[in-house]
């Protein structure tokens, strides 16, 4: 089996090497550019949680500050990794979605005792504030990151399209998945695509690529990247 990847980079590679563990073969082509804003050290007086939902949330805040020690929420168990690798002792992980992130801070936290800091990119998906506020929970984002999209597919991309040289394609994000749609139409191998299964994390990753002709679009049963890879090998 060989698939194509379209997370961005660091993520991109350690899933290759994730699936090579798995026997299945993979090609990079990532669909997002991460860069990281930079700028002073954070200011966390009277934050009781920081909350991350995703890993380079957590790459962007450990190149803004070397806080390890404060509470540390993230949305799935990847993020929560990223967190571990990074020094964060004191981690909880939601093991899902922005709504079970906000479900797990509204069960484990009171919102009169200090604010809440979202470290978060440009884009957010999701109203995480919203929820939050709702509950009487202080809550403020800083945006340390942002992700930018190619102009075009990724030649390796359209190679292996038109030669029908892969059986899959991940996606992770609505983002990501929306932009391979574009980019799939402007290249014109959006009509190559009936030998190819879509994988993807959630209903809403693939509701952005309903549209393209796949042999088959899959679901992870959970948002989660074990739940993604178990679809691999049904």
């Known amino acids: 089996m ?17 699936l090579t563990d798995m026997g299945i073969e993979s090609i ?26 995703s890993a380079n ?9 070397n806080t390890r020690d404060i509470l540390a929420m993230a949305v799935g168990d990847a993020t929560a990794r990223e967190l571990g690798t990074h020094g964060f002792k004191n981690v909880k992980s939601a093991a899902g979605d922005v ?15 200090g604010k809440l800091l ?40 359209i190679n292996a399209i038109e030669q029908q040289s892969i059986d899959g394609i991940l996606f992770y994000s609505p983002r990501t998945a ?3 749609a574009n980019l799939a139409t402007r290249a014109r ?4 695509l009936s030998n190819i299964t879509a994988y993807c994390l959630s209903v809403r990753v693939s509701d952005q690529i309903m549209g393209l002709s796949w042999r088959e679009i ?9 739940a993604l890879l178990a679809l691999l090998e049904g």
């Open 99 to 113: 709504e079970t992130l906000a479900a797990l801070v509204i069960d484990n936290l009171k919102n009169n005792d």
């Open 218 to 226: 899959k679901v992870a049963t959970t948002p989660e990247q074990p």
């Open 118 to 157: 979202h470290i978060a990119g440009s884009r957010v998906a999701g109203d995480l504030e919203g929820m939050l506020s709702k509950a009487g929970f202080k809550y403020s984002r800083s945006v340390l990151y942002r992700a930018e999209t190619p102009d075009m597919l990724p030649a390796n991309a």
């Open 2 to 18: 060989r698939v194509l990847l379209t997370r961005p980079e660091p993520d991109s590679a350690t899933l290759g090497c994730a």
């Open 178 to 180: 929306k932009t391979f």
């Open 57 to 65: 949330g957590v790459r962007a805040f450990a190149g803004r500050s």
């Open 28 to 53: 990079n082509a990532p669909l997002l550019e991460i860069i990281f804003e930079d700028g002073p050290d954070l200011n966390l007086d009277g934050v009781q949680a920081l909350l991350f939902t």
């Open 189 to 192: 191998v959006d009509k190559k």
